[in-house]
T-cell receptor, first 113, second 112 residues
Framework: DAGVIQSPRHEVTEMGQEVTLRCKPISGHNSLFWYRQTMMRGLELLIY????????DSGMPEDRFSAKMPNASFSTLKIQPSEPRDSAVYFCASRADYQETQYFGPGTRLLVL | SQKIEQNSEALNIQEGKTATLTCNYT??????LQWYRQDPGRGPVFLLL?????KEKRKERLKVTFDTTLKQSLFHITASQPADSATYLC???????????FGTGTRLQVFP
């Protein structure tokens, strides 16, 4: 298995632009999690899905952030409009219902200028 | 508010010694606790899980303890090696939820 796949791995954009991050979970995993990691705040959960349904989005910082999971093999995290304070590493993780372990992707390093 | 604290300063130890990392939490009653390893430029990788009714878990050179009275978990790496150098994160999960709440991590550096 290829593990959790994220794209792009790096993204540099200008303030005000729309940014879309993509994630493909491990096949057969029912839950998908989006995290953001910064030096100041560490690793924070933004939102998670179970069976493609958003369960908890209390970590989404603002209305500028939105996430979708149209099917079991794909999810997006969108920031519109982006701001410099959104610069961070964004991780996607997936998990099977019969496990407690989360498997993380390699992350997308976002820089908003 | 819920808080998870790990030593923010790096832990530097000599190869062969035992590394001990601490995770303290407040205002939380976790169902279980996990430890992850994170290398630079990579996502966290799961190492061990310990439940609230367990005192200790072992896996090869790794050992985790969990004291719900002290609200503390200790993570030990025995016979440490330079390859163990990484950031180690603890994460708590409450009851009836799948949310992992992470500590800020402790960077371990093992010198030959």
């Amino acid at each position: 298995d290829a593990g959790v796949i994220q794209s792009p791995r790096h993204e540099v954009t200008e303030m005000g632009q729309e940014v879309t991050l993509r994630c493909k979970p491990i096949s057969g995993h029912n839950s998908l999690f989006w995290y953001r990691q910064t030096m100041m705040r560490g690793l924070e959960l933004l939102i998670y899905f179970n069976n493609n349904v958003p369960i908890d989005d209390s970590g989404m910082p603002e209305d500028r952030f939105s996430a979708k999971m149209p099917n079991a093999s794909f999810s997006t995290l969108k920031i519109q409009p982006s701001e410099p304070r959104d610069s961070a590493v964004y991780f996607c993780a997936s998990r099977a219902d019969y496990q407690e372990t989360q498997y993380f992707g390699p992350g997308t390093r976002l820089l908003v200028l | 508010s819920q808080k998870i604290e790990q030593n923010s300063e790096a832990l530097n130890i000599q190869e062969g010694k035992t590394a001990t990392l601490t995770c303290n939490y407040t205002n939380y009653s976790p169902a279980y606790l996990q430890w992850y390893r994170q290398d630079p430029g990579r996502g966290p990788v799961f190492l061990l899980l310990i439940r609230e009714n367990e005192k200790e878990k072992r896996k090869e050179r790794l050992k985790v303890t969990f004291d719900t009275t002290l609200k503390q978990s200790l993570f030990h790496i025995t016979a440490s090696q330079p390859a163990d150098s990484a950031t180690y994160l603890c994460a708590l999960v409450g009851r009836n939820t799948d949310k992992l709440i992470f500590g800020t991590g402790t960077r371990l550096q093992v010198f030959p």
